[in-house]
């Protein structure tokens, strides 16, 4: 069976003239703008009789193919979060307004929403360098039991997920496309542990991948982090977005420099005039410095 508000709250997103904006403002409405986790049903009611007017307006039918959608993913063991919901990501709320997605997705150990949280974005083709540095990064941060938060892309994205595993950390997987589409890809089967492992989508869950839904994916990253590591940026593209994104937001964005840097790379450059901050070697450990990343996540490394 499916979760009856869940339907609903997708089948309101699904409505013409109904995106995310507007759906947040039609359930903080019903919900009196509180927490309705123990009385969900009261809000469900409120919904079905909304949703119900408004598919005989739009003259629309039951969606038949979305509740069967819903009952795949339950197969799947996945659970959904609403904007509702005390569990939901508080991060999300604080950083996204009305653009906070109303349901998320989610399979593996939701209790690593509670962990200091640093996301990495990067290039799927980034130098070895620009990827040992991500190593390095991730490692470090596994070791004082941050989570390392990023997308599911080649390069510095399966990087960081790699050896915050390896390391014996966690991760948190943010998908650009629906749950039901998730996979554990060959680079990470030897390390994965559910235990540690936490995938998350805010898309319908049969939704396919697009630019668009990467990009808006990465707002959600960023909203889930303290703080931001960028590796490797190009002057164009989703990785110098989503660093222009997380100043917009106000998180603390870092921006490893060093020797070798390949020439597609000026995105780093680029954001450390407009406030990132720079990760620089340590003369001493001959490791990335992260010192400034520890107290922008408020650990001691």
């Not at 190593?135 to 390392?148: F, G, H, I, M, R």
Request: aromatic share 8%.
């Amino acid at each position: 069976m499916y979760n009856e508000l869940v339907y609903l709250i997708y089948g309101t997103l699904r409505l013409k003239g109904y995106g995310v904006a507007n759906t947040n403002k039609l359930l903080s409405m019903l919900s009196g703008n509180r927490d309705v986790s123990s009385d969900r049903e009261s809000v469900a009611i409120k919904l079905k009789a909304f949703l119900e007017k408004e598919l005989l307006k739009q003259q629309l039918g039951e969606d038949i193919a979305l509740k069967k959608i819903l009952v795949t993913a339950k197969n799947k063991n996945v659970s959904f979060l609403t904007v509702l919901d005390s569990g939901y990501p508080v991060f999300l709320k604080q950083s996204l307004k009305n653009n906070t997605p109303p349901i998320i997705s989610l399979i593996g150990n939701q209790t690593l929403l509670n962990n200091n949280k640093v996301g990495f974005c990067g290039s799927r083709k980034a130098s070895q360098k620009g990827l040992d540095v991500a190593k390095d990064c991730a490692t470090q941060l596994s070791e004082l039991n941050v989570a390392v938060v990023s997308g599911y892309a080649s390069g510095v994205d399966l990087q960081t997920h790699y050896w915050a595993l390896k390391s014996g950390g966690s991760t948190i997987i943010v998908l650009p496309e629906g749950i039901n589409k998730f996979y554990v890809k060959k680079e990470l089967k030897d390390v994965w542990d559910w235990n540690r492992v936490l995938v998350i989508s805010e898309f319908e869950p049969n939704d396919i991948w697009s630019t668009g839904r990467a990009m808006q994916r990465n707002n959600t990253i960023i909203a889930l982090s303290n703080a931001m590591i960028l590796i490797e940026a190009g002057e164009k593209g989703g990785s110098i977005d989503a660093g222009n994104k997380t100043l917009k937001l106000n998180k603390f964005l870092f921006a490893p420099i060093y020797e070798g840097m390949p020439p597609y790379a000026i995105g780093n450059g680029l954001l450390l005039n407009k406030g990132a901050y720079p990760i620089m070697k340590s003369a001493r450990t001959s490791q990335a410095n992260l010192t400034q990343v520890f107290k922008a996540v408020q650990v001691s490394g």
